[in-house]
Structures are given as C-alpha cells and as structure tokens.
C-alpha cells in the first residue's frame, strides 16, 4: 500500500509527487491504478527516452523515460551522517523483537519528505519494512545505534548495527545515467506492457542503490 508513496516521491519536481504515488501497491489498486514495478540491476543503455537495464537473473527490460522522471544518485556515506533532524529512508527486518536496519538512505534537505511513511518493501525475499521519517534522536544502546524516527501517523525505533549500509541520496540530472551503474527503477506498466519510469535511482562508480 505504501509503495505508492515513494513512487510519487521520486519523480522530477512536477512528478514529486508522482513518484511517491507509485510507491503503494495496495494503495495503487485501490485507486484503479495499475501497481508500480521495482527494477533492479544494470544500466544496459540510456536514451532516445528510453534505458535498458539487465537484472540480476539475466533478463532485459526495457523501460521509457519521460522527461518529467526524477533521476536520484546515491552515493557512499556513513554513520557520521546520522544525526537528529535529518530525513532519511530506512529498510529494516524484525530481529529478536525489534527492528533493524538493513540499509539507511540519508536524503537532500530537498527532498524531505519523500515517501514519507512506514509501509512493505521488498528488498529481499524476507520480510522488511521500509520507513521514510524524520530522525527525532540518536542513542547509543549496547554498541549499537538506536533511532527514533517520526513521521506524519506515527513513528518507530529502530536500531543500526555498526555494518549498516548508509548512502546520501541526493537529486541528479540524466547525464548520470551511465551504462555499467547500477540502479533502481520505479516503473508502471501500460495496458500495452510497457513499462515507464516514474524515477530512477542510481549508484555513483561502484555503489548499488540498497533498496
């Protein structure tokens, strides 16, 4: 359900809100629309209005990009970066009764906001919840790092682990999009099958995007 609102979210300033949409499923059929696709891999081509990207069991999809699409590149960052009053989005598993980080995104002081919620994510075959939220306050609690995160409805406490993935996600322009990165694509698919992207993540040299 709550996909819908990254989908709206990653989208260019006009789709802002577009991208974030797309980010719910649930939310997404309940409205009559379609459920928005995640595409991971690497980036095959670029252009023409269009990329093709190679997943990870081989298959190639080709997906259209309209000028309005927000492109996003992610790049190294650490637990420094993790501070109170900072917007960040975080993937976490339930571990021994509570919640653990897998990854944190920490974003652009622009995008605040993004997808803002705690709602299903799908970065691996377990379950995991992704949480977009502002960090109310960072503690210390038996060598771990422990937030508080609050967000429009509700707020949640999750811990980080000393090896977390933490990157700074940041707004890009299409000249980021080279062939060899690899990125994640949020995309619908039309009553004809094809796919268009609503946003586009990319890893800067080396980085893929943890989501």
């Not at 719910?24 to 095959?44: M, S, V, Y």
């Not at 609690?141 to 977390?164: A, F, H, S």
């Not at 060899?180 to 609503?198: E, H, I, S």
Request: net charge positive.
């Amino acid at each position: 359900m709550q996909t819908r609102r990254l989908f709206l979210a990653l989208a260019g300033t006009a789709a802002l809100a577009s991208f974030a949409a797309g980010a719910r499923p649930a939310a997404a059929q309940q409205a009559g629309q379609t459920p928005p696709q995640h595409i991971r891999g690497t980036l095959k081509s670029a252009g023409d209005g269009k990329i093709t990207v190679q997943t990870p069991r081989g298959r190639t999809e080709t997906v259209a990009l309209p000028a309005n699409a927000g492109v996003f590149l992610v790049t190294p960052a650490n637990l420094d970066a993790i501070k109170p009053g900072r917007f960040v989005g975080i993937t976490s598993v339930e571990q021994g009764g509570k919640r653990v980080a897998r990854e944190v995104h920490v974003f652009e002081e622009s995008l605040r906001g993004l997808g803002e919620g705690h709602y299903p994510w799908d970065l691996d075959t377990g379950p995991n919840m992704m949480t977009n939220a502002n960090i109310a306050q960072v503690q210390d609690v038996g060598g771990d790092r422990e937030l508080r995160l609050n967000y429009k409805g509700g707020e949640q406490t999750i811990d980080l682990p000393p090896d977390v993935t933490v990157v700074a996600f940041n707004k890009t322009t299409p000249d980021q999009l080279v062939p060899g990165r690899q990125v994640f694509v949020l995309a619908r698919k039309g009553t004809d099958g094809t796919l268009t992207a609503n946003g586009v993540v990319v890893g800067a040299d080396g980085v893929k995007p943890p989501m």
